[in-house]
């Protein structure tokens, strides 16, 4: 199960300020012991600059890069505006490709006020069978995941499911075992079922509050929750890796930092992955 990697997402304010510099940020990484990052087309937003400079700092640092995140809406009822989020997933698959990237997840999609929740899932799978038609050919493999930012699209797996029941079969899956907790699931029961379709995974963990509160992240089954450091939540993270292990995942572990994102809470994090499935 490798290579172990990080979403850079956690660091981007800090990187678009300039409050923290990309080479002091991937030094550090580099230095916990992570072998990868996963960087996202947010980084690029508001410092272009820093294009050129990721994949040659990363290199030189011994830092593969395991996978991309494209940042797209596929759902609306305008024509025009689906096109315009695949013409972005196409600039970042193209990016991937350039930097040999082996998985891009696509992200961002929301219920459209407009359409139905299942009018939505079909439109995802249409946009992402239509991406599939050129990241294939490029050699980079789109995937999907369940989406805990809304609760009515994919967060849960059968959300996620009737996805995949209409999309084209070279889409696969990111298992986030964080968000399967945010759509009502236990992501330890749903290891078996996802393995054949897992291209990635991410690896965060989520605190359950008190019932009366109003802070976090609401879930499909009522509760709310908070990120917090790998297995002092209710995801149960070692004992999902050691599922996955044992079902015979061997793709990327990437950290999704959401009890902190200094370099001691990465070291934490990373010292949990490894303990799991070293």
């Known amino acids: 199960m490798r290579p172990y990697s990080i979403m850079t997402l956690s660091f981007h304010g800090r990187l678009r300020s300039g409050e923290l510099g990309l080479r002091e940020l991937l030094e550090g990484l580099a230095e916990t012991g992570l072998e990868a990052i996963e960087p996202a087309t947010s980084l690029f937003t508001d410092r272009a600059d820093l294009e ?3 994949p040659k700092l990363a290199a030189d640092l011994g830092l593969a890069l395991a996978a991309y995140d494209s940042l797209a809406n596929l759902v609306s009822p305008d024509p025009a505006a689906r096109q315009a989020a695949i013409d972005g997933v196409k600039r970042d ?17 929301r219920v459209h006020a ?10 995802v799978a249409e946009g992402m069978s239509r991406c599939a038609e050129f990241a294939a050919p490029a050699g980079v493999t ?8 809304d609760l009515e699209l994919h967060a849960s797996s059968d959300q996620l499911a009737e996805v995949f029941a209409q999309c084209d079969e070279r889409v696969r899956s990111t298992f986030d075992m964080g968000n399967f907790v945010l759509g009502g699931d236990d992501p330890l029961d749903l290891v078996p079922r996802w393995l054949p379709k897992l291209a990635h995974c991410h690896v ?6 008190p019932p009366d509160s109003t802070a976090g992240l609401p879930s499909r089954d009522g509760c709310r ?13 070692t004992k999902v890796l050691q599922a996955l292990r044992q079902h015979g995942y061997a793709g990327a572990l990437s950290l999704e930092m959401s009890g902190g994102d200094d370099l001691p809470e990465v070291a ?7 303990a799991a499935t070293g």
């Open 52 to 54: 050129a400079e990721l």
């Open 93 to 109: 698959v193209d990016r991937c490709a350039a930097w040999g990237i082996p998985v891009c997840m696509v992200a961002g999609s």
């Open 114 to 123: 407009e359409l139905s929740p299942t009018e939505s899932r079909r439109l």
């Open 142 to 149: 789109l995937a999907i995941e369940s989406y805990g930012v």
């Open 204 to 209: 965060k963990d989520f605190r359950r509050l």
């Open 225 to 237: 929750y908070i990120g917090c450091r790998l297995d002092e939540g209710s995801v149960h993270v």
């Open 268 to 274: 934490h994090d990373l010292a949990i992955v490894q």
